[in-house]
C-alpha cells in the first residue's frame, strides 16, 4: 500500500502548477463548548453544552482552511485525541489541492481501529478544511467549486423547536412562533417510553399550526421493528412529512421491512459512516427520503457520492444537519434533488460568515470558501481548556 509520504513526494514534483500548491504547513484542531438551553433534547441525549470540533490548515499560499464538525460530550474530547496525534500530523506537506488523493491514505492507514465512527469521522474536519481552502484559492463559494448551482436558497426545517425536554405548552409555542417567523417545516423528537405521549405532542403541533405546514419527527433509533410497524400508521392522519430514523441505523432488512409497510416517508443515514451501506439500503428499498452527514461520512467528497447514488435511485436527499448548516447550505447548492436543510441555530456565533436566514430559507451563501472560517474570539470565548 502507498503511504502518504509516497503522495508527499509525488506532489513535490506538481508545485509548478499554474494554480500553485496550497501545501500544508501547520495544522490545529480546537475544541469549543457552547452552552445551550435545551437540556433534554431527543430519546438519546441529555445536554447542557453543544461541542465543536474545528480544524484549521495554515498552507505556505498564505491561506488558512477551515472544517468542523459537532456533538458533545466525553467521546468530543476523545475525537479531538485521535485527530490531533493520529490525523494532523499526517497532512503537513501535503497539498490541499490533493486531498481526494491524500484522503484515501488518511483513512486506510487508521482505519484498524474500526472501519466506522472516529477513524471515519475524524478525516472530515480535515477534509472539509482542504476544500475551504481550494475554494478560497479559486475565490469562489463552494457551491460554485462543484460547478454551480441549483438554487439560490434552500428552505429549512425548524428541529430547535422540537426538542423533547419541551413541556407541551413549550413546544406548542415553539411551533407557532416557528411558523410565525417564516418556517414552513418543522421537526418534532419523539421515541419517549410512552408513546401516547409523542402522539399527544404530535396532535398538538399539528392542530397548532394547521394543514399547510410540514411537520416531521425523529425517533433517534429507539424502536425497533416490532414496535415500529405497529406505532408508524397512527402518524398517516396526522400526515407526518417523514419518521426519521426509528430503528437501529445498520440494519438494513428492518428498514426495507417498515419502508415497505408503511405510508409515511421513512428518512434516514444520519449514522451510516459508508457510500456503500447506502447503496445497499437503496438497492433494498429501505429509504424513501436519503440522510447523508459530511460528518460521519468523512467529509464532503462522500456526502456527494450518496447525494449521487439516491438521485439515481430516485429519492430526495436532507443533509442530515446537527449544526452543519454551514456547509449543508452548499451542498443544498450543488444538487437538484436536497429537499431542505435542518436548522439548529446553536453556534451561529462562532462563525465570520453564519448562515443568513430569511422567510423559511437559508439564503445561500456567496463568499468565498465553506463558510467555515471561525472567529478569533469564539475561539477564546468557548475553548474547552
Ligand atoms: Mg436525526
Redesign the pocket.
Known amino acids: 500500500m502507498r503511504n502518504l509520504d509516497t503522495i508527499k513526494e509525488k506532489n513535490t514534483t506538481r508545485a509548478s502548477s499554474s494554480a500553485g500548491p496550497l501545501r500544508v504547513t501547520e495544522a490545529q484542531s480546537f475544541l469549543l463548548r457552547v452552552p445551550v438551553r435545551a437540556l433534554k433534547v431527543?430519546s438519546q441525549s441529555a445536554l447542557k453544552a453543544w461541542d465543536v470540533l474545528a480544524v484549521r490548515l495554515f498552507t505556505d499560499s498564505g491561506l488558512e482552511g477551515w472544517g468542523y464538525q459537532c456533538g458533545f460530550g466525553a467521546a468530543m474530547s476523545a475525537l479531538k485525541v485521535f485527530v490531533d496525534e493520529a490525523l494532523l500530523p499526517e497532512l503537513i506537506g501535503q497539498d490541499a489541492r490533493m486531498h481526494k488523493e491524500w484522503w484515501n491514505e488518511l483513512y486506510l492507514l487508521r482505519h484498524h481501529i474500526g472501519l466506522n465512527g472516529p477513524a471515519m469521522q475524524g478525516v472530515s474536519a480535515p477534509e472539509v478544511a482542504a476544500w475551504d481552502l481550494v475554494a478560497k484559492a479559486a475565490d469562489l463559494p463552494l457551491w460554485m467549486l462543484f460547478g454551480g448551482s441549483y438554487r439560490r436558497r434552500i428552505p429549512c426545517y425548524n428541529?430547535n423547536c422540537g426538542w423533547l425536554g419541551y413541556s407541551l405548552d413549550e413546544l406548542v409555542d415553539n411551533v407557532k412562533r416557528s411558523v410565525a417567523h417564516g418556517f414552513r417545516a418543522v421537526k418534532v423528537k419523539i421515541g419517549s417510553e410512552d408513546f401516547r405521549e409523542d402522539l399527544r405532542r404530535l396532535e398538538a403541533v399539528r392542530q397548532a399550526v394547521g394543514p399547510e405546514v410540514q411537520v416531521a419527527t425523529?425517533v433517534?433509533n429507539r424502536w425497533d421493528l416490532q414496535a415500529a410497524l405497529k406505532r408508524a400508521p397512527a402518524l398517516v392522519d396526522l400526515d407526518i412529512a417523514w419518521l426519521?430514523?426509528p430503528l437501529y441505523p445498520f440494519d438494513v432488512p428492518g428498514h426495507a421491512a417498515l419502508a415497505a409497510a408503511i405510508d409515511t416517508p421513512l428518512l434516514h443515514g444520519?449514522n451510516i459512516y459508508d457510500p456503500l451501506m447506502f447503496r445497499d439500503m437503496l438497492d433494498a428499498g429501505a429509504m424513501d427520503i436519503v440522510?447523508p452527514s459530511e460528518m460521519k461520512l468523512g467529509g464532503i467528497s462522500p456526502w456527494l457520492e450518496v447525494a449521487a447514488l439516491a438521485r439515481t435511485a430516485g429519492k430526495r436527499v436532507v443533509p442530515?444537519?446537527w449544526t452543519m448548516m454551514q456547509i449543508d447550505q452548499h451542498l443544498a447548492a450543488a444538487v437538484p434533488h436536497c429537499l431542505m436543510v435542518e436548522w439548529i441555530p446553536w453556534i451561529l456565533e462562532i462563525f465570520k460568515e453564519p448562515v443568513q436566514f430569511h422567510d423559511g430559507d437559508i439564503i445561500i451563501s456567496d463568499a468565498p470558501g465553506a463558510s467555515t472560517t471561525i472567529k478569533p474570539e469564539a475561539l477564546h470565548e468557548y475553548a474547552v481548556s
Open positions: 431527543d428541529t425523529d433517534n426519521e430514523e444520519e440522510q442530515a444537519g
